[in-house]
């Protein structure tokens, strides 16, 4: 029976990517760096470790042939100089201490599958961007994922696969962006952000589960675009929500100076997109389950 080890398996995606790997009968180990979260069950184990202080149980690897690596601080946190620091330095520090680990004890490991963002991409309102395109942007979330990358691509160097999921605006009932954007809806106070013409290219938590798997299934190596088929614009996005709550949008668009006055540059989060392409995987193969918003949101809502 296949066993993977996961880092960040308690956050949203990882909560996802356990239960469909429960559901293909696949066992799983996963790290942490909290005592409280240690579950032991036949197919769900916990472990400690500690990348700052380059701690680990390595019993956490025992029978393991593949890493799913989805550790990382949160991004939408306001960027002071220390959260810029945590943000790189938790992916980057996590993924390194992994590699020293493997190579100092001779773990034998197939492949790692390692999150990434399409944050990569530039903001733009008219490319289309596939995972061929080189950025030489010095924004810091293009400087994030090419640290995070680069990290990730250290493991080639024990000949270990190394698949890349650039991970686009994940939808889920309980967690992540929708909840948030939709309760002022709900309430009749939701409004579009900045010129709301930003693209959204968006995932339901399912598919993006499934496109990890996939990746593991077929031993991917590369980068791949975890995007639905179908980015839709802010506004779009809003007007979908809306339409599904059965409301509508009364305030005017609050304005993207404003949103730089209270979240600093963290507003580019919300005020910017970019249009990203999933023809790499469907070229390969993976079909989604949801590909188009309104029923992801008819499914979520």
Known sequence: MKKVLITGATGLIGQQIVSDCHDQGINVHYLTTSASKIQNTTHYKGFLWNPNASEIDLDCFDGVSVIINLAGAPIAQRWTQTAKTEIINSRAKSLRFLLESIKNHDVKIDQ????????????????YYEESHTNEDQGFLS??????????DA??????PVSKIRVGLVLAKDGGALPK?????KRFLGACI???????SWIHIEDVSQIFLFAMSNKFDGIYNAVAPNPVTH???MRLIAKTLKRRILLPNIPEN?????????????TKGAR???KKLESLGFGFKYYQLESALKDLL
Not at 143 to 152: G, K, L, N, S
């Open 276 to 278: 990203v392409s999933s």
């Open 112 to 127: 790692l599958i390692s999150a990434s963002a399409i944050g990569y991409y530039p903001p733009s309102y008219t490319q």
């Open 143 to 152: 400087e994030v994922v090419r640290q995070w990358e680069r990290e990730a």
């Open 155 to 160: 493991f080639k160097t024990l000949d270990i």
């Open 235 to 237: 506004s779009a996005m």
């Open 258 to 270: 404003i949103l730089r006055l209270i979240l600093g540059e963290m507003h580019v989060i919300i």
């Open 181 to 185: 954007i939709s309760q002022p809806i």
């Open 194 to 200: 900045g010129t709301g013409k930003q693209w959204q």
